[in-house]
């Protein structure tokens, strides 16, 4: 098992964490100081999955082997192509290719989230808006309003798309 760690917006961090089952605790391997990040496992049926192979390129040379970050992944290991013993870098373009994937992911479940929760149970947008952030374990790393101005400018844009 290979991991690879970066950083990403952390409210997209606890995003992924609590969306795929995994704690936010960190693992200490004998010695409680240095303390390391559980790795999130991804099903092949994820996107982010096929992202993260598709986007793995050899360590180059001259670059630090010391991860930091605040997401882990298990790097994908299919049976043929890319081996992640040796394709397991990835630049900033990538990791930005990567944090967009996840935001995508995210704001398509609240999106639909919000949208059911209004439309079948009658929830306030912003009751509902709440309830997905605590749900993520985002209070703290992400303001709702931002969120739902996110939310309403996507709204505004669906219904002049459907004028057309």
Do not use: C
């Given at each position: 098992?290979?991991?690879?760690?970066?950083?990403?917006?952390?409210?997209?961090?606890?995003?992924?964490?609590?969306?795929?089952?995994?704690?936010?605790?960190?693992?200490?391997?004998?010695?409680?100081?240095?303390?390391l990040p559980i790795p999130?496992?991804?099903?092949?049926?994820?996107?982010?999955?096929?992202?993260?192979?598709?986007?793995?390129?050899?360590?180059?040379?001259?670059?630090?082997?010391?991860?930091?970050?605040?997401?882990?992944?298990?790097?994908?290991?299919?049976?043929?192509?890319?081996?992640?013993?040796i394709y397991n870098y990835?630049?900033?373009?990538?990791?930005?290719?990567?944090?967009?994937?996840?935001?995508?992911?995210?704001?398509?479940?609240?999106?639909?989230?919000?949208?059911?929760?209004?439309?079948?149970?009658?929830?306030?947008?912003?009751?509902?808006?709440?309830?997905?952030?605590?749900?993520?374990?985002?209070?703290?790393?992400?303001?709702?309003?931002?969120?739902?101005?996110?939310?309403?400018?996507?709204?505004?844009?669906?219904?002049?798309?459907?004028?057309?």
């Open positions: 098992m290979v991991t690879v760690t970066f950083a990403i917006k952390p409210y997209l961090a606890r995003y992924m964490y609590v969306r795929y089952g995994q704690s936010l605790e960190l693992l200490s391997h004998s010695n409680p100081s240095p303390r999130i496992h991804l099903s092949h049926l994820t996107p982010i999955y096929h992202f993260l192979h598709q986007l793995s390129v050899p360590h180059p040379q001259g670059v630090s082997w010391k991860e930091t970050g605040n997401i882990t992944f298990v790097l994908p290991s299919p049976r043929q192509s890319k081996n992640p013993e990835f630049g900033q373009d990538s990791i930005f290719i990567i944090e967009k994937e996840i935001e995508v992911e995210m704001k398509a479940e609240l999106y639909s989230f919000l949208l059911e929760n209004k439309f079948k149970n009658g929830v306030m947008y912003i009751k509902s808006m709440h309830e997905f952030v605590v749900k993520y374990d985002m209070v703290e790393s992400v303001e709702e309003e931002s969120l739902m101005r996110g939310f309403q400018r996507w709204r505004k844009k669906m219904k002049g798309d459907s004028k057309l």
